[in-house]
């Protein structure tokens, strides 16, 4: 019923993160009825994403330029250093607008489960900038995962070797609009120890 080129065209679109066969299956529908118009400039996008787009060899963003233009901009707080898992991560909290520091990108936590070690993730990268920087302060802003917790955990430790006394971590909790009746166990006890004075 359907040629093997669109199989692998669905396959494909449904490897990607959030999709499953379903939404391939629109997707690839969606891109063959309109392939004057959105397949070709879709195609030529994603090829000079392919060639143009690099990790940025500071912070490991992604931009066309490296370094990457947060990097460049010298109206960051270069005395701050805000460690996450990946571009995504970054990018969230750049949407957020509330960082004003620099970051440095992970590329993953550790886990001893998938066999991901110190030396699978960005992790002499970051000692290294601490060392050769002038870095007053390392913000942990890892996911509140067993890998992500542990990983804050080892980093802290190796941080303190090279001289950095200054750690902190994003704030637990409950979320802006949270009702408490609808939140885990888990949320509940992070929000109770993050309590802060009003």
């Known amino acids: 019923m359907i040629s093997e080129e669109l199989k692998t065209l669905i396959q494909l679109i449904s490897k ?14 969606h891109l063959l009825q309109n392939r ?5 400039a879709l195609t030529e996008s ?26 460049q901009d010298v109206r960051r707080d270069s005395t701050l250093l805000c460690v996450v898992e990946s ?13 004003k520091g620099r970051y440095h990108v992970l590329g993953g936590v550790l886990s001893a489960l998938d066999g991901v070690g110190p030396q699978d993730i960005r992790l002499s990268s970051l000692l290294q900038r601490c060392q050769r920087e002038n870095i007053h302060e390392v913000i942990l802003a890892l996911n509140a995962t067993v890998e992500g917790q542990a990983t804050s955990h080892y980093i802290t430790e190796r941080l303190k070797e090279v001289g950095i006394t200054h750690i902190s ?9 949270g009702e408490l009746d609808y939140l885990d166990e888990g949320t509940l006890s992070a929000a109770l120890l993050s309590r802060r004075g009003v």
């Open 46 to 71: 994603l090829q000079i994403a392919g060639v143009k787009v690099k990790d940025c060899t500071y912070c490991g963003n992604l931009d066309s330029q490296d370094p990457c233009a947060l990097c």
């Open 16 to 29: 990607l993160p959030g999709l499953g066969p379903r939404s391939g299956k629109r997707i690839a529908l």
């Open 87 to 99: 571009v995504a991560d970054l990018w969230a909290l750049e949407r957020s607008a509330s960082f």
């Open 169 to 177: 971590s994003l704030a637990r909790g409950v979320p802006v609009g």
């Open 36 to 40: 004057n118009t959105t397949l070709p």
